[in-house]
Antibody
Framework: EVQLVQSGREVKKPGESLKISCRIS????????IGWVRQRPGQGLEYMGI????????RYSPSFQGQVTISADESSNSVYLQWDGLQASDTAVYYC????????????????WGQGTLLLVSS | QSVLTQPPSASGTPGQRVTISCSGD????????VYWYQQFPGTAPKLLIY???QRPSGVPDRFSGSKSGTSASLAISGLRSEDEADYYC????????????FGGGTQLTVL
């Protein structure tokens, strides 16, 4: 069974750093791209970027380039999303999602999703 | 302001056919495939339609997608109360280095 299990809720202060995780099981970790999607409270979905765990090829959406770091660790079958200086505007739910292997990585085709990680940034 | 434009809300009665529109331009919908997601409150999105018209395994055939030019639509026939959810369209956008964009979402209410 394919599963993407994300790390738990986080409460942080502005300026702090954070790394959230998405642990993958049920298929070969290196075979699918993994994307990250942001959803601010009461708002829609925003595509952040995507990584290919096989070689850690990362593509960031222009809006998120330089704002976050996406990485992967084959030894832990996990993909990560990291911030070096959180802002209140980063408050959101963050989803990791598996890209399908029957479509090109640029297309937003995600068949399995994590449960979401809620991040609250407040002073 | 989302690159892809959806109506914020839609509604229908059980058994009815409802359509949700998604409007873009040549750099996204006009030149790329369209995808549709369903999201219930507090849960992750679910892929409903890929490559304009294709349904993943397990998605009922009550859900169908279409595309014409720079617009796309999601149709739900035989509307059921359990279809009440938010629906998002998405597509790659060549003006954003090919990265994906989502529509603002449409909240569907089953009356």
């Amino acid at each position: 069974e394919v599963q993407l299990v994300q790390s738990g809720r986080e409460v942080k202060k502005p300026g702090e750093s954070l790394k959230i995780s998405c642990r993958i099981s049920g298929y070969r970790f290196t075979s699918h791209w993994i994307g990250w999607v942001r959803q601010r409270p009461g708002q829609g979905l925003e595509y952040m970027g995507i990584i290919f765990p096989h070689d850690s090829d990362v593509r960031y959406s222009p809006s998120f380039q330089g704002q976050v770091t996406i990485s992967a660790d084959e030894s832990s079958n996990s993909v990560y999303l990291q911030w070096d200086g959180l802002q209140a505007s980063d408050t959101a739910v963050y989803y990791c999602a598996r890209h399908v292997n029957y479509d090109t990585s640029k297309n937003p085709a995600f068949d399995f999703w994590g449960q979401g990680t809620l991040l609250l940034v407040s002073s | 302001q989302s690159v892809l434009t959806q109506p914020p809300s839609a509604s229908g009665t059980p058994g009815q056919r409802v359509t949700i529109s998604c409007s873009g331009d040549y750099s996204n919908i006009g030149n790329n495939y369209v995808y549709w997601y369903q999201q219930f409150p507090g849960t992750a999105p679910k892929l409903l339609i890929y490559k304009n018209t294709q349904r993943p395994s397990g998605v009922p055939d009550r859900f169908s997608g279409s595309k014409s030019g720079t617009s796309a639509s999601l149709a739900i026939s035989g509307l059921r109360s359990e279809d009440e959810a938010d629906y998002y369209c998405a597509a790659a956008d060549d003006s954003l280095s090919g990265h994906a964009v989502f529509g603002g979402g449409t909240q569907l209410t089953v009356l």
